[in-house]
């Protein structure tokens, strides 16, 4: 675990969850909410939702690019709605700037999880459009990881996952923000 951000940082603001996919953003992020007494929101599925289409249907009507402009907008109208919990998208830190909007207001989690378990989670790749038709999906993930991990690595707190059951994970992070 890195650097602690504490209860003053955490007060008030959202916390966004980050992490390559697989990571288990979104069950980590509807559990830590739970705790946290908060409002859960997946910015994936609000996007599926505000725009009548899945991720996948997105990177094909609007395009990669199209889609991380969607993605960019939807995340910072997401940061100034309050302190509720959000799960981003695996890229979404890694394009614009939008890591550095997350920093700058919200305590950002990242969830780290090695490329098995990532392997094992994502499967075949349905629903991920960057993982879906790929041969080699070791290779892809490891090449992704390898492009994001100076993004992700930035978290104002970094958490494991692997090996660890989603309750487990949020206890870790509860500690590292060192909520009461
Ligand atoms: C992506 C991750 C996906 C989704 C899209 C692109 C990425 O979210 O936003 O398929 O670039 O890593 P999850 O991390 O929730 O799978």
Same mark, same amino acid.
């Given at each position: 675990?890195?650097?602690?951000? &504490?209860?003053?940082?955490?007060?008030?603001?959202?916390?966004?969850?980050? @992490?390559?996919?697989?990571?288990?953003?979104? *069950?980590?992020? #509807?559990?830590?909410?739970?705790? /946290?007494? %908060?409002?859960?929101?997946?910015?994936?599925?609000?996007?599926?939702?505000?725009?009548? =289409?899945?991720?996948?249907?997105?990177?094909?009507?609007?395009?990669? &690019?199209?889609?991380? #402009? =969607?993605?960019?907008?939807? /995340?910072?109208?997401? /940061?100034? $709605?309050?302190?509720?919990?959000? $799960?981003? @998208?695996?890229?979404?830190?890694?394009?614009? &700037?939008?890591? &550095?909007?997350?920093?700058?207001?919200?305590?950002?989690?990242?969830?780290?999880?090695?490329?098995?378990?990532?392997?094992?989670?994502?499967?075949?790749?349905?629903?991920?459009?960057?993982? $879906?038709?790929?041969?080699?999906? %070791? =290779?892809?993930?490891?090449? /992704?990881?390898?492009? %994001?991990?100076?993004?992700?690595?930035? =978290?104002?707190? *970094?958490?494991?996952?692997?090996? %660890? $059951?989603?309750?487990?994970?949020?206890?870790?992070?509860?500690? @590292?923000?060192? *909520?009461?």
């Amino acid at each position: 675990m890195t650097s602690s951000p &504490d209860i003053e940082r955490i007060k008030g603001r959202p916390v966004t969850v980050i @992490g390559f996919m697989g990571s288990g953003k979104s *069950t980590v992020g #509807r559990l830590l909410a739970d705790k /946290l007494q %908060r409002e859960f929101v997946d910015l994936d599925e609000l996007l599926e939702q505000e725009q009548h =289409a899945t991720v996948a249907e997105l990177f094909v009507t609007l395009g990669e &690019d199209g889609f991380r #402009r =969607a993605e960019s907008e939807l /995340l910072k109208r997401a /940061l100034s $709605a309050g302190p509720r919990v959000l $799960a981003a @998208g695996g890229g979404a830190p890694c394009f614009f &700037d939008n890591l &550095d909007q997350m920093l700058a207001q919200s305590v950002v989690v990242g969830l780290h999880t090695d490329v098995e378990q990532i392997l094992e989670r994502v499967g075949a790749g349905a629903g991920r459009p960057l993982l $879906a038709g790929v041969q080699d999906k %070791r =290779a892809e993930v490891e090449r /992704l990881l390898a492009k %994001r991990a100076p993004f992700y690595e930035r =978290a104002h707190l *970094t958490v494991e996952t692997s090996g %660890r $059951a989603p309750s487990q994970v949020v206890t870790a992070i509860l500690g @590292g923000l060192d *909520t009461p």
